[in-house]
């Protein structure tokens, strides 16, 4: 049973489109966060979300995290090649444990 | 270069053999995590140090995996009688804990095992 689900789990767009993904639970967290990992390396930190509601922003990604701080989004504006990865996104419980969802392995073709 | 590394990159070996693997967190973090990422999945907590205490382990760590972290630094996993199951990314992480608030956990480039 996966805590944290992701959508849509594969993403194929046209470089220059917008995309969103989505992260949703019926737990709450006390934070979010949002990695990227490329093939045969470990995840990289993105983003950490604390406070329900609250919009961070990363160059073209804009990340949210839902009031009830249970669900989570990543938008990407424009999106370029150099966006191809797999994107994580975990919530923190307890001792600091990350707990993950299955990810969202997103191509942009040139 | 100072980030987290893992020893070896890429592991295969026959079923029934046993293995074990090296992190090396960053010098001055107290917390060292073990996870495990099969392909398709994001990557699942299987235990955590702080110093040289093991404080938790996932009902994933069977009987044939045993973590260690001797001196407060280094640690190793070692998975004994391996299974084709057992094939998977494992991936470690390591934070520096102090007071109540979240620290970031660093990751490690993985060690990809893939059992014949």
């Known amino acids: 049973t996966q805590l944290l689900e992701q959508s849509p789990q594969f993403l194929s767009i046209q470089e220059g489109e917008n995309l969103t993904v989505y992260c949703n639970s019926s737990?709450?967290?006390?934070?979010l966060q949002w990695y990227r990992q490329e093939p045969g390396e470990g995840p990289v930190l993105l983003v950490t979300?604390?406070?329900?509601?609250e919009v961070k922003k990363l160059k073209r990604l804009t990340f949210q995290f839902g009031d009830a701080r249970k669900d989570s989004s990543l938008h990407i504006t424009a999106a370029q090649p150099g966006d191809t990865g797999l994107y994580l996104c975990?919530?923190?419980?307890?001792?600091?444990?990350?707990?993950f969802g299955q990810g969202t392995r997103l191509t942009i073709n040139p | 270069d100072t980030g987290v590394s893992q020893d070896p990159r890429h592991k295969i070996t026959k079923r029934g053999q046993n293995v074990t693997f090296r992190c090396d967190p960053i010098?001055?973090?107290?917390?060292l995590y073990w996870y495990r990422q099969t392909l398709g999945q994001g990557p699942e907590f299987l235990t955590y140090?702080?110093?040289?205490?093991?404080?938790?382990k996932s009902r994933l760590l069977s009987d044939r995996f045993s973590a260690e972290r001797p001196k407060g630094s280094f640690s190793t996993l070692e998975i004994q009688r391996t299974e084709q199951g057992d094939s998977a990314m494992y991936l470690c992480?390591?934070?520096?804990?102090?007071?109540?608030?979240?620290?970031?956990?660093?990751f490690g480039p993985g060690t990809r095992l893939t059992v014949l």
């Open positions: 992480a390591s934070s520096y804990r102090q007071g109540r608030s979240y620290n970031e956990q660093f």
């Open positions: 737990s709450v967290f006390s934070s």
């Open positions: 979300v604390v406070t329900g509601g």
């Open positions: 975990a919530g923190v419980r307890g001792a600091q444990k990350l707990v």
């Open positions: 010098s001055e973090h107290n917390r």
């Open positions: 140090f702080q110093n040289e205490a093991q404080l938790e």
